[in-house]
Each structure stands twice: as C-alpha cells, then as structure tokens.
C-alpha cells in the first residue's frame, strides 16, 4: 500500500513539473518585457501636448511609442514640464526624458542621449505690431524664455551683449501670454514649436526672421544608466525611417498642423491643462 502511494505521489510530482514546464515560458515572457518611464513636457506642441480628450499626443509620444511596439518594450509617459522632468531623470525617479531636449556638449557631460531624432533652431517671436525685427532691437528689453531649456540659455549667453533682461516661464502657453499682452518685448522659443504654435492657435504673435543656435533632439538617460533603451530607441528609429512610418507622424503634426488647432489653442490648453495651471498659480 505505501509503495503504491509513493509511487502515486511520483507520478504526481513529475506531472505537475511538466505542467510547470509548459506555463513558466510564456510566464517569463511577460516579466522579461521591460518597460521604461519616460518624462515629457507639459506642453510643447507638436511635440506633446494634451488633446482634446485629455490624452497626451505629439511628435515626441507617438514616435516613442511606436519605437516601444517596434522594440517589444512597454512606456509609461510623465508629463511634468521640461525643468521637472530632467530633475526627475537626474533624481533617478523616470528612466529617460523626451522632451524636445537638444544635444548639447553641456548636457551631454550629464547625460546620454540616442541618435537625433529631430533639427531644430531658437526662433524669436514679438507681438503683430511690434518693430523688434534682430536681436540689437532688444537693448533695455524684456525677453520670455522657458525654464531651463536651450533656449533660456541662449538667451542667458547674450543677454549682456545686445542689453536684454529675462523672465522664465514654467510652459510655453504662459509665455506666449505674456508677450500678447505687453508685459515682455519678445520672446525666445524652439523654431518648429514657435511657428506652429502661431500657425495652429492664430496668436498675436509674429517670427523675426532670427533662428539660431541650430541643434539636434534626443533622448536623455542618465550617463552610463539604461545602454539598453538607446540601443532600443536607435533601432526602431532607423525601422520607422525606412518604413516611411517615421515621415508619416512628422507630417501629421507639422504639415497637417491645422487638424489639431483646437487641441493645441489657448483655449484648449487651458481646457486640458486647468489643473496643472492652478496649481502653478496657487504656487506662485
């Protein structure tokens, strides 16, 4: 009789491992599936931004995430502004940030980045009827930049030199307001995201023909942390160039512009973004 139930609970031993054999492939799978929090903009249209649905959209969230599915890795997006966003990365809290950040030599001391996903330049905006045209026009004037972006501190490397002071903004809305309404002379932004900005939300705003300080977007990891998420990004980057997917989201958001200005206007912005705006002015 104990032989019998000896052999019995073999039998249901390697019954059972073979059982265990056959789940925990598809088990290891789905736990191996690596998925990276990614710090953006609050807002930073056509690179991200909030639609009318309250989702987070852009250049920057649809390429990544179509990396993400192209790569076989998960993403979760953190909107908290530029400035919060790299303290974030910086503090270890999120894992890269795409915000529309350049490559610069400074930052790069700091940081890793991927291969350049997008060209841009520093334009400068100033009212409709403002006769700022070049930057010797703002000797003993107010420029608005966003808190530390390339901007602000191409604005910083020269402020002395053509006699300028500056106010910071935590986003790109707020700025833009306070040029409209005469509190500053003029103000400096990302080329591609300036002239969209007044194409898509017909803003009292006009561009100089100044556009400087021409670089590059990446993503930014913490230097020598996650070698595996730009080997991933530079892949599924190059995938979607040669797919043609990469010109179709780049299209989307730049030559069919006008599709999106109601997510984009100053009115949406405030619509879907009224949370975060009282909070900034409860803080400030």
């Given at each position: 009789?104990?032989?019998?139930?000896?052999?019995?609970?073999?039998?249901?031993v390697t019954l059972l491992m073979t059982l265990l054999s056959l789940v925990s492939p598809t088990t290891t799978a789905k736990a191996e599936t690596k998925k990276y929090v990614i710090a953006t903009d609050i807002t930073f249209a056509p690179f991200e931004y909030q639609d009318?649905?309250?989702?987070?959209?852009?250049?920057d969230i649809e390429l990544m995430k179509s990396i993400a599915e192209a790569e076989g890795f998960e993403v979760e997006f953190k909107p908290l502004g530029f400035n919060a966003a790299v303290q974030a990365l910086e503090a270890g809290q999120v894992d890269a940030v795409m915000a529309g950040m350049g490559i610069t030599d400074e930052r790069k001391q700091?940081?890793?980045?991927?291969?350049?996903?997008?060209?841009?330049?520093?334009?400068?905006?100033?009212?409709?009827?403002?006769?700022?045209?070049?930057?010797?026009?703002?000797?003993?004037?107010?420029?608005?930049?966003?808190?530390?972006?390339?901007?602000?501190?191409?604005?910083?490397?020269?402020?002395?030199?053509?006699?300028?002071?500056?106010?910071t903004f935590e986003d790109s809305s707020s700025m833009y307001q306070d040029v409209m309404v005469g509190n500053s002379d003029a103000l400096f932004e990302d080329y591609p995201v300036l002239a969209y900005s007044i194409k898509t939300n017909n803003l009292s705003l006009k561009m100089t023909d100044h556009n400087e300080n021409?670089?590059?977007?990446?993503?930014?990891?913490?230097?020598?942390?996650?070698?595996?998420l730009i080997t991933a990004f530079n892949n599924g980057l190059k995938k979607l160039k040669e797919s043609g997917k990469y010109d179709e989201i780049i299209n989307k958001y730049t030559t069919n512009a006008s599709e999106n200005t109601e997510a984009t206007s100053i009115l949406g912005l405030i619509k879907t973004n009224w949370h975060t705006l009282a909070t900034g002015l409860w803080n400030t």
């Open positions: 009789m104990n032989i019998k139930k000896l052999s019995l609970g073999a039998v249901l009318t649905n309250g989702e987070y959209v852009g250049i700091k940081f890793d980045f991927t291969d350049s996903y997008y060209d841009s330049g520093i334009g400068m905006g100033v009212s409709k009827n403002s006769d700022i045209t070049s930057l010797s026009d703002l000797q003993g004037k107010k420029v608005a930049v966003k808190l530390g972006t390339q901007s602000a501190t191409y604005a910083e490397s020269i402020k002395s030199k053509y006699g300028f002071t500056t106010t021409k670089t590059e977007y990446g993503v930014a990891v913490n230097k020598g942390e996650n070698a595996e």
